[in-house]
């Protein structure tokens, strides 16, 4: 059963466009969320984050957006640029304490010139 | 500063050989250590992870095993290997009590043939 859903494989964006990348969960106890980019053959980096009792969280071009009616958030870069062309992971915590997060399968971000 | 190495960076093994990739984690104390394995198309899927020196929790039945023999080191292990095994595993930290940001390791490409 998978807690933490992103529905889209790939994502084509022209360069200096807005990329929305989405996700939908099924828990609505989480108490955070958090996005990782995966380069291919790096490990994943932490991105961003939003606590649930937020709705927006900002940092430069990336925005994560929170709609816990709907148990679904989005990530907003804009402008996209090329350096933002990779794997994107939406994550959650997962059962809570120390057991790790909880990943969606992730969306291939490509940024076209 | 924290710093986390995996190594090898890439493995090629026939089926039925044995396994071992280390981790090791500076710059914190108690971390609790996780092992994740990102396969085509299932995102990343968390196999172990430890809270101390000797404490494993498996989160999947498989043919893999894991062992925390120092605070920071964590080591994962087959006796022998399956072509399923084939993968990208990534080793990762997060700081002691409930998880929050995890920080992970460069990944180690695992085939086997």
């Known amino acids: 059963d998978q807690q933490v859903k992103q529905n889209s494989p790939s994502l084509s964006v022209q360069e200096g466009r807005i990329s929305i990348l989405n996700c939908d969960y099924t828990n609505s106890m989480f108490d955070y969320f958090l996005w990782y980019k995966k380069y291919p053959a790096e490990g994943p980096t932490f991105l961003i984050s939003i606590s649930s009792i937020k709705d927006k969280n900002e940092d430069g071009r990336f925005t994560v957006f929170l709609n816990k009616s709907a148990k679904h958030l989005s990530l907003h870069i804009v402008p996209s640029q090329p350096g933002d062309s990779a794997v994107y992971f939406c994550?959650?915590?997962?059962?809570?304490?120390?057991?790790?997060?909880?990943f969606g399968k992730g969306t291939h971000l490509i940024i076209q010139p | 500063s924290q710093t986390i190495h995996q190594w090898p960076a890439t493995l090629v093994q026939p089926v039925g050989s044995p396994l071992s990739l280390e981790c090791t984690v500076e710059?914190?104390?108690?971390?609790?250590l996780y092992w994740y394995r990102q396969a085509a198309g299932r995102g990343l899927q968390l196999l172990f992870y430890?809270?101390?020196?000797?404490?494993i929790s498996s989160e999947v039945p498989q043919n893999l095993s894991a062992s925390r023999p120092q605070d920071r080191q964590f080591i994962l292990s087959s006796k022998k290997l399956l072509l399923s095994d084939s993968g990208f595993y990534l080793c990762?930290?997060?700081?002691?009590?409930?998880?929050?940001?995890?920080?992970f390791g460069e990944g180690s490409r695992l085939t086997v043939l």
């Open positions: 430890s809270v101390g020196i000797g404490q």
């Open positions: 990762a930290w997060s700081r002691t009590g409930n998880t929050g940001e995890l920080f």
């Open positions: 710059g914190t104390s108690n971390p609790n």
């Open positions: 994550a959650a915590p997962g059962r809570g304490g120390a057991d790790g997060l909880t």
